[in-house]
Structures are given as structure tokens and as C-alpha cells.
């Protein structure tokens, strides 16, 4: 089992950039990816960007990649979220998440139910 702790959510305003952090504990060998997620009320879960632990390459969401970026220590035990230009419509709770299953399509990759493993999340919100 992987265990995961976000940090750095916060309120900011329209415009205005924020860096999310993400430490894995555990059995982190067993990892084959870990993303960042995020849910908005009443909405559905949605993927903003996963890295492959395995090759360090990253997957993102295209929607989204014009503002978030994804990254990770050397030591691939923190994974970290930078957000810039924030908006109102960003306002969510963000989540890291870890798979323990190889997957094959972009689709698998940014989709919540493939992830096992989940942080308890931190909010962020957009307003002015």
C-alpha cells in the first residue's frame, strides 16, 4: 500500500499561481504512476497530469497543460503540482493519486478509478 499527503492548497486570487506537493510513503517501488486529480462540487473527478514513475515521463491533460505542470524528485517520492493563472472554474479539492497496475492508454492514465492509492486531498480556491 502507498500513502499519500498533499499540501500547499490555499485561496487565491484570479490570476495568481500555486505549487501543490505530494510525499508517498510505503511501498512506493510498487508504483507505476502517480498523478494529480481534482474534483470540483458536484462534478466528476477529473485527471490534470500523471508521470510514469518507471520512465519519468509525464501525461498530462491537455485542457489543462497550458497552466499546470507536473513534476517529480529524484527520488520519486514527492510529486509536485505548479499552477499558474488560476481561475475561479479551478476552485476544487486536488488529489494525488498512485496506480500499481501499468496502463497502456492515455485514457487509463488520467482516469480516477485506475488509481488505487489516494491522498486525503487540499483545497484550493480561486476568488477574488
Known amino acids: 500500500q502507498v500513502q499519500l499527503v498533499e499540501s500547499g492548497g490555499g485561496s487565491v486570487q484570479p490570476g495568481g499561481s500555486l505549487r501543490l506537493s505530494c510525499v508517498a510513503s510505503?511501498?512506493?517501488?510498487?508504483?507505476?504512476?502517480m498523478g494529480w486529480f481534482r474534483q470540483a462540487p458536484g462534478k466528476e473527478r477529473e485527471g490534470i497530469a500523471t508521470?510514469?514513475?518507471?520512465?519519468?515521463?509525464?501525461y498530462p491533460n491537455d485542457s489543462l497543460k497550458a497552466r499546470f505542470t507536473i513534476s517529480q524528485d529524484n527520488a520519486k517520492t514527492r510529486l509536485y503540482v505548479q499552477m499558474n493563472n488560476l481561475k475561479p472554474e479551478d476552485t476544487a479539492m486536488y488529489y494525488c493519486a498512485a496506480s500499481r497496475s501499468p496502463l497502456y492508454s492515455n485514457y487509463d492514465r488520467l482516469s480516477p478509478p485506475r488509481y488505487l492509492d489516494w491522498g486525503q486531498g487540499t483545497q484550493v480556491t480561486v476568488s477574488s
Open positions: 510505503g511501498d512506493i517501488n510498487s508504483m507505476h504512476y
Open positions: 508521470i510514469s514513475t518507471r520512465s519519468g515521463k509525464i
